[in-house]
């Protein structure tokens, strides 16, 4: 590793210099001699020897030069307020100079610091200078009074160094060069050799000034004395300043060219003659103590354990002393010493620097780096430092960080914050590992020097610390680290805002955004911006950082100054909104400056604009700020005309809209437009939707809209033009809120809306495009290769003279309430307010709407009352689509003209619980059809509940019953007046008469029907063929045929209470009857085969199931003149034989087509599976036995057993298949054994105990069975058995092809089994 010394690991040399000398400077405008002798340093080739004898060469050698009074005084002041006082002491130098080159600021201030510590040596005294002149009354006496002076230095200070005479002879000197060279010997001869006499000239007047290098900056003593006391508070000593003031070290010396000479001559003799060969002396000789004390043999240390029973400690360090031989001052004074123990406690009881440390230190001056290695290895091992030195030295590895991360570990203590002695030690450690090592070894991966910095400053809220962050973050800035670098910049900017240093703190954040908008160099795909939607080139960088840095840099603009910057980055801080999600506010008190929150964005911007216009007037021009923000979303504008303003989904109106094109595609090609347009005159609006992106309050002042008309200019659009304002409106965080304006036109034309303008926080004038970006084209290759649009859509208004406009309502604006299942006849108005004539009028609701034109009673045909009183309807059985209504009008609609109409209405539960009806409209056939909406609210209160359960019989006439109850769940009595069946194969009749009284609430009433077949049965199989060839074209994948299942009649049964009311007579109940079944079914579909298209539905599936049983219940509640009824459509009578699972094998057995997409081979599967589990493919046993239950005989047994005969019946109730079954019976129950609950006895069947039979469909058979009664009691009939085999329907005729399409075995039933009784004859009494 290249190593270079920093010079505050130099060699320290104090001077003391005589009064005489010092009035001999200042006589010739000098500054004091340790400042001339520092401007010589360092000094250019330099040799040393090392302790093997090898040469080591020193580009430059510095060394350090200062007052020895100045030292002693710093020594004796508190360690920790004396770092306290240089921490603020660099800040005030950071503030007041601000330099741009701050750390080098930094590192001077450190390295000018050479107070001596308690913790290391290297600032203690190598060298003592003594200096006197030859202008002194009495030289000698000068000389040895400086000999016989006391050093004042506290016990911790190493008192090893080398001590030299130091004799200035001006050419003003009473004294000639001859006495002077006498004096020089006398000198020598006294005090050793280490004596150097320095003739200089000194001329008067002084030479012109010569610069010299800036002098390092010291720290300047206290301020005031200093009183110092022990610990029972008595006065021991005063600290006071050598100097009267602060004056800055001089960058320049008048002196002669040749005095120049002489003094570098000495000052080099000086290093190279006495101070080096000194310091190689003393490392030898430490060396040789150090070796031994290591060289000890492992004996001593094997006898030490064995007879002490423990290892022995490191051997002591001895502890070196100054030497009489080298210096003849005295190391402390006896009076001092008692004194210096009571100044500051303990800390003053601490040895000086061991003599190991002091090698160490000598040979890493001295260049000895391998002997130097070794010892500071051998005292981090034994915790005595040395982790701090060892950085330097070493070649990088990752050994190197360790060594780091233990010497900041042994100062930092583990309390939150940190004392000012642990920080300075951090400082100085910091910049002498950045001074020191190498930049590209410093910056390498291996080290990562920049993070040592950032480690060393802590968690200190100081000025250097900042530094050290800001220095950080530029050499990581210089590896292309920049996001660690923005964020370390943006740290010691924060730490610098707090410090008060607000200049610098501006610059430092200025870099970090500079280095946050630098966009990254790795570019993306142009496809992924445009999928993204984003413009590739308004990618910033790394944007989520951005606003952190900019919040803090526009306060610190607006608080130096600067406003209109200030408010062009408070404005800017608002663009992240849209982008970057909200974050984490901490609870931290002292981060609220920094908060990256919309509200204070706002506020800041508020304040500063505010700021502006009341120093710079109400006439200040911000018209270059622009809002980075939208609020309005012109993909959602819109313009409303009169009559637009009603409710209803968007979606809702979409689906008439096309349900009306549908119907009227084969009808012709007329057109389907929006009614009306703006008339002149009348006002229109359009609706801007305001969108708040922000997370705080924004209000919007003076909104407005800014329109243009084709044609003409802006006198026109001031005179006929009329735009309504809005003064003011406040958006809530993240709301969206329509605001409608509306706009007035006097005369004919076509305004186009082209932008929204407002007054953002009623401050800045802005205004937004309301323009939608027209479709992107690719027509050409150019075109799909770079994107392209069509033009610009905006909001365009045509205002005409006349227009064709029907305006539709309810005649009731009351609150409409329903009955569930309740019809009402409900008036509409229909008003023609345009200037031309309605000739034509069609009415469209939704699909679950159940609504007719009202039909009376005095027009329904005398031949469809007779062929429905006959009970027979025809159907085409195919799922019914709503069409829209033909609104008959007797003639042409004139302008202003009112007509009424009347609907019947049977509102059903819903979502939103409202109607959405279409009118559509046209002059005259041929012209265009326009439409209008209106809707209306309802409620629907519970009225009645009807279920059906149904029950086979044994009788012939009726197989099936089917028991309703009726419950009325409302809170009103009514009168069930109809009870009406429907049914394509089934029949029904009352088996009882229907009550006519009154249900009350939470009350039932129920009714039996009797079921029994019709002659057409055909039907079944037809039906079931059809719904089998389509659901197999669905499974294999094959087009579904548009063809129409087979057509039903429907048999139609009625049973009335009190005089007939037919209302399914009526066409409209009809209608409305169809649309709640459409319904049922239609929800039925969607929730069992959701996969199957709706389109594709009515093709599949036929309106009714043959077997499908419907009952209406009619009700009316005379009081309240209301009526209605309730529908039950999902009875199934009868059983069913699996019709669809010839194609459900097929579909399981067929080559299944690989998909690579797993969704596709689930949504088959849920199909097969919803198509198995259907009505369609419903399977039971289609034969039921019934035994006759009850039989009671009586026998006289004294005359024995004798026989019962019991009948059994067995009927099959398929229509369509005939069955074959066997019946068995067991003979092997015992007699005494118990059956069933009631532990009745077990049969004994004798006779024909097998009975084989073939029935055909809805065909029963009656089996006698012989039954042995031995004793009297109640007899179980148990123990028999029948096998059922079901055939494919003899579709011939001939029962030869018999091929079994189902086998079922029932067994006598478990519990409530039938029985009969036997009693006995009494006996007759004798």
Known sequence: MAFALPSSLSPHVCVLSSPDLEQLLRASSLPPLEDILQSFSPLPQVTTRTTNLVTVAHSTFAIRFSNLIDVENACLEDEEKRSARIIDWIGERIDRQCPKWWWDELRRCLEGDNVPSKTEGWNHPVSIILAVSTTAPNPLQAVTTLHSRTLEFPSWVDTSHLVCTLIVHPSTSALSDEEAAAL????????????????????????????????????????????????????????????????????????????IQRTVRFTREFVVMSLVPWMERRVIEWNEVYSSSRRLPSRLFSSTRRLFGSGISTPQTPVHTSSTSLSSLPARSHTYSASQTSLSGPSFSLPPPSQQRRLAEFATILGDHKLAIGVWESLRKEGKGGSDILPMLLSPSPATTLHVTQSLSAIFPSASELPAHAQFQALKYAVRWETSISHNDFLSDTLEGERWLVWAAGNSEETPTALLLAHAALLSARKQAKRRAALWYFFAASKLQKCGIKPLAMYLLRRAHEILSDRPRKLLSPSFWESQGIIASQNAGFNAALSGVEHPLGRLLYATGEIRGAIKLFLGLLRWSSTVSAREKTGDGDNEEFLDSDKSYLEDFTVAVSYLKSVSGQEVHLNDLIIPVKFAVPASGRLILRGDTVGGGVSEWERMEETWRSFWKPRGKETLEKSGKAVIGDSFWVEVVLYNPLDADVTLANLTLIVEAQGHDCDWLSRNVQVERIDEITLHAKENRPVSLAVRVSEASTLVITDFGYEFLGLLTAKESLARRGRRLQDTLQQRLTPTYAPDIFIK????????????SFATVEPLVFLEGEYRWVEMRLSNIGSRAIG???????????????????????????????????????????????????????????????????????????????????????CTFYYTRVTKSYEINPCLIVSAKPYTTPLKHHPFQVNVEISNTGSTALRVTQLTTISPVWQCSPLHLLSSAPLQPAQSANFSLAAFPSEDKDCIGKTHDFVARTLGNVLSGREVESGNPPPLYLSCSHTFSGEDHLPLLNPAISHLYLCGRRDVIASSMARSHPHIPTASRSSIFPFYNPLSLDILVFWEIPSEQRCGFTLLSSLILGPSHGALQEIIGDAEQAKVKRSM???????????????????????????????????????DFDKGGCLAYVTFTLRNYSLTHPSRYILRFNPSLSRNAAVGPLNLLAPRYIGPLLVRGCLQPSESSSVEARLWVSRPGIYALCGWEVEVEVSEPWLDGSKTSWRTRHRYVQGSPAECCPYFTVNGLPRPHT
């Open 184 to 259: 020089f010997n006398a000198v020598k001869k006294q005090y050793g050799v280490h004596v150097y006499l320095l003739p200089l000239i000194l001329p008067s007047p002084p030479p012109p000034p010569v610069s010299i290098p800036h002098l390092l900056p010291q720290l300047p003593p206290p301020p005031l004395d200093v009183e110092q006391h022990d610990i029972n508070g008595n006065l021991t000593s005063t600290l006071s300043n050598t100097r009267e003031s602060l004056v800055a070290r001089p960058n320049s010396l008048r002196i002669s060219e040749g005095d």
């Open 797 to 808: 208004a045509a205002i005409e003279d006349d227009n064709l406009e029907l305006d539709v």
């Open 840 to 926: 034509e009028v069609w009415l469209l609701a939704g699909p679950e709407d159940q609504i007719s034109p009202y039909c009376p009673s005095a027009e329904i045909s005398r031949k469809f009352l007779l062929r429905n009183l006959a009970g027979v309807l025809f159907t085409d059985n195919k799922l019914p689509r709503w069409t829209p209504y033909n609104i008959r009008l007797e003639e042409e609609l004139q302008p202003s003209e009112v007509i009424r109409t009347t609907l019947i209405w049977r509102p059903v539960r819903s979502a939103n619980q409202r109607i959405c009806l279409m009118f559509v409209y046209r002059e005259r056939e041929g």
């Open 1157 to 1195: 997409y797993a969704e596709t081979q689930r949504e088959k599967t849920e199909m097969l599976q919803s198509i198995r589990n259907s009505e369609w493919n419903a399977e039971s046993n289609p034969l039921i036995v019934s035994v006759e239950d009850g039989l009671v005989m009586e026998h």
